[in-house]
């Protein structure tokens, strides 16, 4: 142990370049995934205006102007969450447990609090791409159309939610299926480790499988929640449409 921390004390530039690596690797994947959520929006609208074709490059191009204001939506639903929550772990914490307990029921509220919340996101998103608006007028746009449409909120956001856990359950059997023989080799393991390489050899052969089912998954979800807004919101439009010139 102090030939670790004197190697650390020695060579402290290697841990920070390490730190600094992992956080630009993670940024990079977090940028690839908000470009890819963006490009899907952006793709379903073109798609469903009757755009003959897609391509990838076009798409890409089309999607950059939304970055900064699609990130700055994600950072400030962050930051509220981190707010919310951060307080809480703390008073859990210092009260040995018991903070949480007297929370519960504030815990509670929180669910379906969060529930809105992912479905503002979704609109917002939808909004701030398909009719070119700053992160507040999405918020704006994207809180008018949950307003003003929360039965059809309420059933997409079941179906997909409940949905997607059900798939990601048949998803997961072959992982499950796969740590059976560990479970099994259990009592066994200080003879032999063969049951963990076994467990470990399927779940490796299955990770591309799964990371592109859940691909497929993601961007089926994405593409809901679009068509859902450009519905909701041209829904909205017709009625106001109608009544204007009775008024």
Do not use: H
């Not at 994207?142 to 798939?167: R, T």
């Amino acid at each position: 142990m102090n030939q670790a921390i004197q190697f650390l004390k020695e060579n402290l530039w290697i841990i920070l370049v390490i730190i600094v690596g992992i956080f630009l690797l993670s940024f990079l994947f977090y940028a690839l995934g908000m470009m890819g959520r963006i490009g899907l929006i952006k793709g379903t609208y073109k798609a469903e205006t009757g755009a003959q074709s897609l391509a990838f490059g076009e798409l890409w191009s089309e999607s950059l102007p939304y970055f900064w204001r699609v990130l700055g939506l994600n950072l400030l639903l962050g930051l509220l969450i981190f707010i919310l929550i951060v307080p809480l772990v703390i008073l859990g914490i210092v009260t040995a447990g018991v903070g949480f307990v007297c929370l519960l029921p504030l815990l509670c509220i929180l669910i379906p609090v969060s529930w809105v919340l992912m479905v503002l996101i979704e609109q917002t998103q939808a909004a701030i791409v398909i009719e070119d608006l700053g992160m507040m007028d999405g918020i704006r746009r994207g809180w008018d159309v949950v307003k003003s449409n929360p039965g059809a909120m309420i059933i997409m956001a079941l179906i997909l939610g409940i949905g997607s856990v059900i798939v990601g359950i048949v998803f997961a059997i072959p992982i499950i299926l796969a740590v059976i023989p560990l479970v099994l080799g259990a009592a066994n393991l200080r003879e032999s480790l063969t049951p963990v390489w076994i467990t470990l050899a399927c779940c490796l052969a299955y990770m591309p499988v799964l990371i592109f089912l859940n691909g497929i998954i993601s961007a089926y979800i994405q593409s809901a929640w679009t068509l859902t807004f450009m519905q909701a919101g041209k829904s909205k439009e017709s009625s106001s449409a109608i009544v204007e010139p009775n008024a």
